[in-house]
């Protein structure tokens, strides 16, 4: 008990100072400052990622399956939006006007809305996925339906998958109307568990997930995916590829860490700001996305001192320095205790 009081209490203390740190940073900015990705127009980017897919596991259908997806959309926009190769950008940095690419593709193929985030991750993730339960589709539909089109117009997309293993990841989680993430965390855990929804355990493939709150009314509120892509750390670099929108690009990003990938998804998907949702937050195949030793540090304090603070999870690298003139080694070992 004592041990639990110590925490509970040196974890308020730490909470005080960053409060305080954070009025006095309002200017400071997110650790990422450019992103180096690939639009996989180019040979040597695609046997990168072919490479990585095949030492993950992936299955060649599947591998076979994503590239024809790519090439049918490079081929059907202008070159010039499209990287040669790797190239550096800001990360909101675009170039390209999606109208013009949303133009671009229908007129090539009319009506078919193309392959978005989710289709794109199931069919590369699908052989990592296990469902023996069903979802609700009555909630699905109202918000899957553009996926569903797409779907009943090419259901090779899962390779082979039934659509319930589809539905069960993506179809929205009912949550209660809070701004408490470990509370809608546990929720979307447990939810899936009632599907029959689990993971395989890989470390050289994850599935990233940017999970969304909407609310709705205060008595309907729900969780959803609001994009996805596949991690594929290596043990220089953390890749991930995704497709940016039904209409919008394939990237493959090369980021030195987890932070950075965070980093990323946050500054282009983290729209809660100012509202009485929840913080947009991240998942690692079924739990919150793991990070660097500081990283699991405010993660706990987040839960201990139960904030609404997504700061913990966002921006570690930022506020790291506060808590770097302490002496943590005894500490850590605490955190790391009640963490596991």
């Known amino acids: 008990m004592k041990r639990r009081t110590f925490l509970v209490c040196t974890a308020a203390l730490f909470c005080g100072a960053l409060l305080a740190v954070g009025c006095t940073q309002k200017t400071s900015q997110p650790v990422l400052q450019q992103i180096e990705y690939s639009n996989l127009a180019d040979s040597d980017t695609q046997a990168l990622l072919s490479k990585l897919l095949q030492d993950a596991g992936v299955s060649d259908l599947r591998i076979q399956t994503f590239f ?102 993506f179809a929205p989680v009912k949550t209660t109307n809070t701004t408490d993430i470990p509370t809608h965390l546990k929720t979307i855990q447990q939810e899936w568990k009632k599907r029959g929804l689990s993971f395989v355990e890989d470390d050289k493939i994850r599935l990233v997930s940017v999970v969304l709150h909407d609310q709705f009314s205060e008595t309907d509120n729900s969780l959803m995916i609001g994009h996805v892509g596949v991690m594929l750390p290596t043990s220089d670099a953390v890749y991930f590829v995704e497709k940016v929108a039904f209409q919008e690009p394939y990237r493959l990003l090369k980021f030195k860490n987890r932070t950075e990938l965070s980093d990323y998804l946050m500054l282009k ?12 937050f991240i998942m690692e195949n079924s739990d919150l996305m793991a ?34 003139p302490y002496d943590l080694c005894n500490f850590s070992n605490i955190v790391f205790g009640v963490l596991q």
């Not at 069903?134 to 998958?161: N, V």
């Not at 304090?301 to 770097?324: G, H, M, Q």
């Open 68 to 169: 024809d997806h790519v090439q049918k959309f490079n081929n059907a926009v202008d070159p010039a939006w499209l990287t040669t190769g790797f190239e550096n950008a800001k990360p909101s940095d675009l170039k390209y006007d999606p109208y013009s690419m949303q133009d671009a593709w229908t007129e090539k193929y009319d009506t078919f809305p193309g392959w978005n985030c989710r289709i794109t991750a199931c069919g590369l993730f699908g052989d990592f996925i296990t469902v023996t339960g069903k979802a609700d589709l009555d909630s699905a539909e109202d918000t899957l339906f553009m996926d569903y089109e797409t779907l009943d117009s090419d259901p090779e997309s899962l390779c082979g998958d039934e659509r319930q293993k589809f539905d069960a990841l």
């Open 269 to 280: 998907y983290d729209n809660s700001w100012g509202q009485d949702t929840a913080h947009t």
């Open 291 to 324: 990070f660097s030793f500081f990283s699991r540090f405010f993660q706990i304090l987040s839960v201990l001192c139960r904030t609404d603070t997504i700061l913990f999870l966002e921006y570690p690298a930022k506020i790291e320095w506060v808590i770097i």
